[in-house]
């Protein structure tokens, strides 16, 4: 596909997620400007977000260190907000925030030190989000801090120098109504609203899902394939 197909295309899939962000909100009775679009760039290419950042995206995510680090890098001149959003190796975490603006995923408390030293060696702010896990309670695998250590975490992000504590995040369990794992993650936001009142995303909703998070609070959607597409099969 040519870059001109490319952008049309793209276009009309950011207007179509416009849309159904707006509807949304109309039916939660909420302001549309309350809830951020982090366009989810992951596995497509950097030319992608140019396109993106033209189409008047200013906020764009990705999961995977090494392909986000050539990305930022790539696109540095676009003035874009650059959100992490996937499971975070201890020993990335330093680089991670040393690109990133927003870290979504910050799990356990043996991130907090590596992340703020990376931020202070890049001389940024980074802003964390505490990923929470909505998924069933004792899941193997799950990812996310458990509900009874949000608490601690969040403290330990506030005591931290160079990071910003933003709030929550969660992904809603595969194959599950998302009602009440977000409903869940709105009753974490408040207790991390109660320790600073300033912290208040709350990042839910994906393409699947965003109507469902909307009507629970989100203040951000994180849309990768209703954007850019099916994403391209990785090893
Ligand atoms: C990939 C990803 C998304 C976007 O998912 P889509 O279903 O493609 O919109 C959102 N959040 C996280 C944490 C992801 O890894």
């Known amino acids: 596909m040519n870059d001109t197909d490319r952008r049309a295309q793209l276009a ?9 962000i707006a509807a949304a909100c109309r039916s939660a009775a909420r302001d549309p400007a309350e809830v951020g679009l982090v366009v989810v760039t992951k596995y ?5 977000v140019r396109l993106l950042a033209g189409l008047g995206v200013a906020e764009v995510g990705e999961n995977r260190h090494q392909e986000a680090v050539e990305k930022a890098a790539a696109c540095a001149d676009l003035g874009l907000r650059w959100h992490f959003i996937g499971a975070l190796q201890s020993n990335k975490a330093a680089a991670v925030a040393g690109y990133a603006d927003v ?11 590596a992340l703020a030293r990376g931020a202070a060696a890049a001389g940024r702010v980074v802003e964390c989000l505490i990923q929470v896990s909505l998924d069933p309670p004792g899941r193997p695998g799950r990812s996310g801090a458990g509900a009874e250590e ?17 709030g929550v995040m969660g992904v809603a369990p595969l194959g599950q109504d998302p009602g009440p794992a977000f ?5 974490l936001a408040e207790t991390v609203r109660g320790l600073d009142p300033s912290a208040r995303v ?33 090893k």
């Open 183 to 187: 409903a869940r993650l709105a009753e």
């Open 202 to 234: 709350v990042s839910a909703g994906m393409s699947g899902d965003l109507e469902e998070a909307i009507r629970h609070g989100a203040t951000h959607v994180r849309i990768g394939s209703a954007v850019l597409g099916p994403r391209p099969q990785i």
């Open 12 to 20: 009309a899939n950011l207007e179509a997620v416009r849309a159904r």
């Open 150 to 166: 949000v608490p601690a975490l969040a403290e330990a992000v506030l005591a931290a120098p160079d990071l910003r504590l933003g």
């Open 44 to 48: 497509f290419p950097a030319a992608d």
């Open 103 to 113: 870290v979504e995923s910050v799990d356990r408390r043996k991130l907090v030190p």
